[in-house]
């Protein structure tokens, strides 16, 4: 979509050296250009890597920009063009740090912005500018009729429900605990709707002043987007707007009810440019255990339909490594394959995104040895099927794998508050144990071969909790902090604001009905 400014001969190495790393060796164009904002609860970030910080309200009401220019992302603006390392950026610096050749997430995240686009960043906007976005990810609520398991209540009213109905789940100590242990209510503080909503207000603003002219790329994602009211009236202001030139994307999960996607389909022709954002990593029975919720054989039918009957430029397909994918992740590439070749194009497009959080769920919590194995497994299909792109199996997809495979082999900790082997595997066997009650599933029977290393795990049988706890993280995101008093002390920022809006509680009711009845009275 739009721009690529990797030159036809160029390697991404060369093009990290020439357009990147020239203006600084931290530097990342997504921290002024891009940004992901969860408008339900005020959250924001600048990719998906980095864990997201509060939007003071503050600064909100002084500018509708800052739902995007908080001052703390300035702040981190300012350590990259300074050459410093971001440490909520440790997700590249540890590719990185594999080898001088190894490249991260933020020379692919960069590739998009002109050349001059990344000067500007530096020479003419700075670190203190509040920077019209070019690409933009939005999430206006939690709505989503799945409960995946690396997901958790602050992404999912299916999630909320569960644990609303049978409590937090139990025995869990490891980094990634709390993530099971709350029921989304700060995530949905102005109610399903967002009546009054401050952030959803300063989008539309934003929108209707600068960013439909701005934007390169508009992402919608929850969630599930296709059950939330605000994003059927950004379909309706499309109906009338035919004309606007930015590239529109949803992220779907594709297994909505059968009348809105439907209704997803008509919408899609609408709009010059409308690109489809879904996510699978595994394939039949075990997609649809890590993904709960999941139809397999709905997935892949709306897949081809939306190839054949929507008006889609690109379909993509965002894989979130797992350590449970790896065990049928070559079969999903055979399923894509298949679809790139019966219609004869690139799409799906696959992307592969290392879960890094909840650190239990990790590629890195398996045995070594079934790792190494997994590794050559994937290598062996990469080789066998890597043609040079006639296949449609493209050279950045081959690329993600083999930075897939070389995290498999190489990385033994998902980030730097990684909680220690032993604890994130009791963790591993107690979530799952539950997981499976809760969700009427069979951990041994879906992955046989992870049954010896996981009925060799000692159980864990610690004090129950009584309730829920608070699932905030924005509240306690200890890089914000260390920023921020850095900031103080040095006098980058006077008298900095960091509100925090109040949380109410939230019934879901029949969410996809009460969607398909917006629609038809609007």
């Given at each position: 979509?739009?721009?690529?400014?990797?030159?036809?001969?160029?390697?991404?190495?060369?093009?990290?050296?020439?357009?990147?790393?020239?203006?600084?060796?931290?530097?990342?164009?997504?921290?002024?250009y891009n940004a992901t904002i969860w408008?339900?609860?005020?959250?924001?970030?600048?990719?998906?890597?980095?864990p997201a910080h509060k939007i003071p309200?503050?600064?909100?009401?002084?500018?509708?920009?800052?739902?995007?220019?908080?001052?703390?992302?300035?702040?981190?603006?300012?350590?990259?063009?300074?050459?410093?390392?971001?440490?909520?950026?440790?997700?590249?610096?540890?590719?990185?740090?594999?080898?001088?050749?190894?490249?991260?997430?933020?020379?692919?995240?960069?590739?998009?912005?002109?050349?001059?686009?990344?000067?500007?960043?530096?020479?003419?906007?700075?670190?203190?500018?509040?920077?019209?976005?070019?690409?933009?990810?939005?999430?206006?609520?939690?709505?989503?009729?799945?409960?995946?398991?690396?997901?958790?209540?602050?992404?999912?009213?299916?999630?909320?429900?569960?644990?609303?109905?049978?409590?937090?789940?139990?025995?869990?100590?490891?980094?990634?605990?709390?993530?099971?242990?709350?029921?989304?209510?700060?995530?949905?503080?102005?109610?399903?709707?967002?009546?009054?909503?401050?952030?959803?207000?300063?989008?539309?603003?934003?929108?209707?002043?600068?960013?439909?002219?701005?934007?390169?790329?508009?992402?919608?994602?929850?969630?599930?987007?296709?059950?939330?009211?605000?994003?059927?009236?950004?379909?309706?202001?499309?109906?009338?707007?035919?004309?606007?030139?930015?590239?529109?994307?949803?992220?779907?999960?594709?297994?909505?009810?059968?009348?809105?996607?439907?209704?997803?389909?008509?919408?899609?022709?609408?709009?010059?440019?409308?690109?489809?954002?879904?996510?699978?990593?595994?394939?039949?029975?075990?997609?649809?255990?890590?993904?709960?919720?999941?139809?397999?054989?709905?997935?892949?039918?709306?897949?081809?339909?939306?190839?054949?009957?929507?008006?889609?430029?690109?379909?993509?397909?965002?894989?979130?490594?797992?350590?449970?994918?790896?065990?049928?992740?070559?079969?999903?590439?055979?399923?894509?394959?298949?679809?790139?070749?019966?219609?004869?194009?690139?799409?799906?497009?696959?992307?592969?995104?290392?879960?890094?959080?909840?650190?239990?769920?990790?590629?890195?919590?398996?045995?070594?040895?079934?790792?190494?194995?997994?590794?050559?497994?994937?290598?062996?299909?990469?080789?066998?099927?890597?043609?040079?792109?006639?296949?449609?199996?493209?050279?950045?997809?081959?690329?993600?794998?083999?930075?897939?495979?070389?995290?498999?082999?190489?990385?033994?900790?998902?980030?730097?508050?990684?909680?220690?082997?032993?604890?994130?595997?009791?963790?591993?066997?107690?979530?799952?144990?539950?997981?499976?009650?809760?969700?009427?599933?069979?951990?041994?029977?879906?992955?046989?071969?992870?049954?010896?290393?996981?009925?060799?795990?000692?159980?864990?049988?610690?004090?129950?909790?009584?309730?829920?706890?608070?699932?905030?993280?924005?509240?306690?995101?200890?890089?914000?902090?260390?920023?921020m008093e850095t900031a103080k002390k040095?006098?980058?920022?006077?008298?900095?604001?960091?509100?925090?809006?109040?949380?109410?509680?939230?019934?879901?009711?029949?969410?996809?009905?009460?969607?398909?009845?917006?629609?038809?009275?609007?």
């Amino acid at each position: 979509m739009g721009v690529f400014s990797k030159k036809e001969k160029e390697s991404y190495v060369e093009y990290r050296d020439r357009a990147v790393n020239s203006i600084s060796p931290s530097f990342c164009g997504a921290k002024w250009y891009n940004a992901t904002i969860w408008l339900g609860n005020g959250t924001t970030a600048s990719c998906h890597h980095p864990p997201a910080h509060k939007i003071p309200l503050e600064e909100v009401a002084t500018s509708y920009k800052a739902i995007h220019n908080t001052q703390y992302k300035k702040l981190i603006r300012k350590q990259m063009l300074e050459g410093e390392r971001p440490k909520e950026c440790e997700y590249c610096w540890k590719i990185e740090d594999m080898g001088k050749d190894k490249i991260s997430d933020r020379v692919y995240k960069s590739i998009i912005y002109t050349d001059q686009e990344l000067k500007d960043a530096k020479t003419e906007l700075g670190w203190q500018e509040d920077v019209d976005l070019k690409t933009l990810e939005i999430a206006f609520d939690p709505n989503c009729n799945f409960a995946c398991s690396y997901c958790n209540a602050s992404f999912s009213t299916t999630w909320q429900n569960d644990i609303k109905k049978n409590g937090p789940y139990q025995n869990l100590v490891s980094d990634g605990a709390a993530a099971f242990q709350h029921d989304g209510n700060h995530a949905m503080p102005y109610g399903k709707k967002n009546e009054g909503n401050p952030y959803v207000e300063a989008f539309w603003k934003w929108w209707e002043g600068e960013l439909q002219f701005s934007l390169r790329e508009l992402r919608v994602t929850g969630g599930e987007p296709t059950m939330s009211q605000d994003f059927w009236k950004l379909m309706k202001w499309w109906e009338t707007n035919k004309d606007c030139q930015v590239d529109f994307a949803v992220n779907s999960n594709l297994g909505q009810k059968d009348e809105l996607f439907e209704e997803l389909l008509k919408a899609s022709h609408n709009i010059k440019s409308f690109h489809l954002y879904t996510s699978c990593e595994s394939f039949g029975s075990q997609a649809e255990y890590i993904r709960d919720g999941l139809n397999w054989k709905k997935w892949v039918s709306n897949v081809e339909r939306m190839l054949t009957e929507g008006n889609v430029k690109s379909i993509n397909c965002m894989m979130t490594i797992n350590a449970l994918c790896l065990f049928s992740i070559t079969e999903f590439m055979d399923e894509i394959l298949r679809l790139k070749r019966t219609y004869k194009t690139s799409s799906p497009n696959c992307s592969f995104n290392i879960l890094r959080f909840p650190s239990f769920q990790s590629i890195v919590t398996l045995p070594k040895e079934i790792r190494m194995e997994r590794a050559d497994h994937i290598e062996k299909w990469v080789n066998d099927n890597y043609d040079g792109g006639a296949n449609f199996f493209l050279d950045w997809e081959r690329d993600g794998m083999l930075r897939m495979i070389s995290y498999i082999r190489e990385i033994e900790t998902g980030h730097s508050h990684t909680s220690s082997i032993e604890t994130r595997e009791r963790d591993f066997k107690s979530f799952y144990i539950q997981y499976d009650v809760r969700r009427n599933k069979n951990f041994t029977e879906t992955f046989p071969m992870l049954k010896e290393w996981f009925d060799s795990i000692p159980m864990t049988d610690i004090q129950q909790l009584n309730g829920v706890i608070d699932g905030d993280d924005a509240k306690s995101n200890r890089y914000v902090d260390e920023v921020m008093e850095t900031a103080k002390k040095e006098g980058w920022v006077l008298n900095p604001q960091w509100a925090n809006p109040g949380a109410q509680d939230y019934v879901e009711p029949d969410q996809q009905d009460e969607m398909l009845n917006f629609i038809k009275n609007n």
